[in-house]
């Protein structure tokens, strides 16, 4: 059965780049003109431009450039013509390229509904603008775009990625993009034991965190310093993402309330203020497993923004001097962090000591030998040292019970040479700066509920 | 248990009842009005196996699910429900095969067996509605059963903003959007950031009577 557009763009998001190109030609779908299929195409050889090399990588590159080129005939578009200028740059026609950035350029000035959005009419022209090497003026443009949306971050974020490739292609310095680039995402954790009235600890926090002037705050709300960096985070004007290993009636029983009775209400105030909420798993109880998950969630989560956005992520760990780190996943990305020390003023009373419980990662690897049963690792390291060389269909879990099921459902959604992950799994990953780049497929039912599922491109972040 | 003595369906959920029944006003209100609003707090049963079912419920927030115990305590799930499903005795009364449970603090309209069974007979949007309803569930489960990806909530909601659309990319009048939701099987909350996250991009504009969809090809990728 030839598969459809949707499904050959599934695959070429899920990284199967190949098998996305093969599946486009075997559907008849090569000689199409038809705007969907045409911009389908170009996409598909860019994809495949980006893994080539030398005259390949050009030749891909020009092809591409030809599919959206083709596409802009059929209706005038600037969104496939801007794209069919830069694939000409990425093919080394730069003279190609600036007579399709003017023809863009007249398209978008002289037809009001060109652009698709306010942003992206501006961006489109800016890029435009880029490619004709004027520089002055497209920086102005970009100006111009952001103004015009200017929460419209995701977008920013493209536009941003795509001006770097081209000023890296033109052997310009692209520092000048930093200006536009959103506040940094925060991950914070620390020690539970805070006197609630310890002004010395606040006012480091706030300071710090005035300082760092994060976008958002990734984090949960023990007693102690989450909440203190919590309520920094809000002072600042940042969004606020709670994280929490469990519902928050239970976490808070076991993490805010034995710390004295002035933190239930702030924790309370943190959680409606927030923006969202994350429940790493309804049903978990809060132990140090389910907790350590969290935190493991709360700083993939950083990241993905960090790396969603062309952003930065931060961590700050608020703990007294000389305590080691033991474990942190933060620590193997070689992302920033900050470490501000503060005393412990507070020691609670007959606070029960929390289950130990035990965090896995689930691999299941189906190869030519056919599939294997999911084997558990402790630590992400020692799963991927487990991953084959190449050419298998690799799926990921991270759980805090011995469910193998999601491991398993995840393999059939995987295709050879492509690892897909839970979501539990993909910030893991992201957590500890392990993937380059996560892409979402969409939604499986576990026996947790539903969850995300990720392609994962392995490797060093951007 | 269920918490208090319920209520009846107000115009919210009449709005969530003609979204995820895909009816007209009139059928929904006639449904609105043999329903109550019910909740159950997590981790609270619904029923208890063997209970008498004589009610059908829709979900319109949290969750449950439909939970055996074997003879020596081992515990295995049946079904798991969400928002915008429904699930009970159709279409005549029975007993609970399996413990329900709630995974959160959950909310749904319930409606007598043969209430709905009799609605169904003299309403051709009901019964259509119902029946639809429950094929879109037979779906989800055989999707699930095959263990295949479907769309995330945020795709799904995306999708049925889409399809409301008509070619100029007007939807009017303005959709209520948890009930929109609520037909996609999704909270409240997720449908109202997604709507929030593609107004901030310029992707949708919101005016008071309707809303506008200004890129479609940009919804298009949304739907993942």
Known sequence: MAATQATILSLARS??????????????????????????????????????????????FAESGAAYRKAATLRPDSYPLINAAAMDLFAGDGAAAAVIAQDVLSLVDGDPSQGETPYWREATRAEALLLLDRLPEAQASLTAAIARAPQAWEDHASTLRQFAAILAETGQDAKWLDVHRPAPSLHYSGILGIAPDDTAATNAINHTIANIAPGAGYGALAAGADIIAAEAIIASGAELYVILPSAPDDFRAKSVDPYGTAWGPRFDALLEAASSLTLCNALAETNRASIAMADCH????????????????????????????????????????????????????????????????????????????PLGYRTLAEALGALPASGAAVAL???????????????????????VASRAAAMALMAEGRASRIEPLGEIETSDGATGVYAVKLGAPP | MMHGRGQKAGPEQVSAIA???????????????????????????????????????????????????????????????????????????SSYRADIVATADTRLLSI??????????????????????LARQLDLLLDRMAARIGLSANGRFHKALLELADQDGIIMPAPVISALAVSVHTTRETGSRALAALLRRGIVERYDDRLRIVSRRMLEELIV
Not at chain 1, 405 to 419: F, R, V
Not at chain 2, 19 to 26: H, L, N, Q
Not at chain 2, 112 to 130: K, M, N
Request: with cysteine; aromatic share 4%; hydrophobic share 45%.
């Open chain 1, 298 to 373: 709360a700083m993939g989560m950083a990241a993905e923004r960090a790396v969603l956005l062309e952003s930065k992520a931060i961590a700050i760990r608020m703990e007294p001097e000389g305590r080691p780190a033991l474990g942190d996943p933060w620590l193997a990305s070689a992302r920033a962090l900050v470490r501000l020390s503060v005393d412990e003023t507070a020691k609670p009373l007959s606070v029960p000591a929390l289950e130990e419980g035990h965090m896995l990662f689930l691999l299941t690897i189906a190869g030519d030998a056919g599939q294997a049963e």
């Open chain 2, 19 to 93: 979204a995820c029944f895909g009816c007209g006003d009139e059928a929904a209100r006639l449904l609105g009005n043999a329903m109550i609003e019910r909740q159950v707090a997590r981790r609270m049963p619904l029923a208890l196996r063997g209970d008498p079912a004589t009610m059908m419920f829709l979900l319109l927030e949290g969750g449950v699910v439909a939970e055996i115990f074997g003879i020596e305590g081992q515990q295995a799930q049946l079904a798991r429900h969400g928002p915008g499903e429904i699930f009970g005795a159709y279409p005549r009364p």
């Open chain 1, 15 to 60: 990284g199967a780049t190949q098998r996305a190109w093969d599946a486009f030609v075997a559907a008849g779908l090569d000689g199409v003109d038809d705007i969907k299929a045409l911009t389908l195409k170009g996409r598909l050889l860019k994809d495949r431009a980006r893994q080539a090399a030398g005259a390949e990588r050009a030749a891909l």
């Open chain 2, 112 to 133: 007598g067996t043969l209430e709905l069974s009799a609605l169904a007979y003299a309403h051709a949007d009901i019964g259509a509605g119902l029946s639809r309803l």
């Open chain 1, 397 to 419: 879990d991270c759980r805090i019970d011995d469910d193998r099921n999601t491991a398993q459902k995840l393999l059939h959604n995987a295709n050879a040479g492509t690892i």
